[in-house]
């Protein structure tokens, strides 16, 4: 029945804190040595604050997470009469280290055991990189927000994912762990979905569940071959 199967990357492969948490991290350290009048004015949650505060502002920056930390250096840059000469340095830093992603232990063996038989996507709100995360090999092709300008769960990324290859609503499925995000996306383009509820945690929408739930990706392989 289905012949395409789309998954997030954050939290559903891997968990997303926890990357961007060091990233962070290493960018702050990176800000004390090269840009010390950032850091000695803004601690790293408040530079976090003030990087959210500009997304809210700037609407469109939400499709667009590399070019929201971009503008947010940029805001830095103009703050502190900095020569702007540093930013590019400090998002190739923290875009690599961003790219550092630690697999939950069920994604290999279960994405190997699938890809010879679907179309294998990645569709996600955020700027990770399947390449640069070392997955690149596991599926076909990646669509991010910045790729359509609309995050989940506007179906622009499904509905793109079905135009490039000339699939129908009903061949694809999609799986991820965030119920409005990934499983309500799915429905507003038609799709099926699989809630990924790793921490069994009660379904917190009023609005119709997922068509599947489960707790581990070692139940895709027998769920498709029921």
């Keep these: 029945m289905y012949k395409l199967i789309s998954f997030d ?3 559903t492969l891997w968990p997303c804190m926890p990357t961007i948490e060091a990233a962070e991290a290493k960018l702050y350290q990176w800000l004390q040595q090269h840009c010390a009048d950032i850091t000695q004015t803004y601690t790293q949650d408040q530079l976090r604050d003030k990087r959210r505060q ?3 502002e700037k609407k469109t920056l939400m499709h667009d997470l ?3 930390r971009l503008a947010h250096f940029e805001q830095l840059s103009n703050e502190f009469s900095l020569n702007p000469i540093w930013i590019n340095e400090a998002f190739a830093l ?3 280290a961003r790219q550092q992603v630690v697999l939950y232990d069920d994604v290999l063996p279960v994405l190997q055991k699938l ?3 679907y179309f294998l996507l990645a569709l996600t709100n955020g700027n990770a990189d399947i390449q640069l995360a070392g997955v690149g090999d596991l599926f076909h092709g ?4 910045a790729d ?3 995050a989940k769960p506007d179906p622009a990324m499904f509905h793109k994912m079905m135009d490039d290859y000339q699939l129908s609503a009903a061949e694809c499925i999609h799986v991820g762990d965030h119920p409005v995000h990934d ?3 799915a429905k507003n383009a038609g799709m099926s979905s699989i809630w990924l509820n790793r921490q069994q945690q009660s379904w917190p929408l009023t609005e119709r569940r997922a068509d599947y739930e489960i707790n581990s990706l070692h139940e895709l392989p027998s769920l498709f071959s029921a």
């Design 54 to 56: 500009l997304m809210a």
């Design 183 to 185: 499983i309500q996306g």
């Design 9 to 11: 990357l954050d939290d």
């Design 94 to 96: 923290y875009y690599t």
């Design 115 to 117: 890809k010879p038989h």
């Design 142 to 145: 990646q669509i991010s927000a």
């Design 148 to 150: 359509v300008q609309a």
């Design 66 to 68: 590399s070019a929201a």
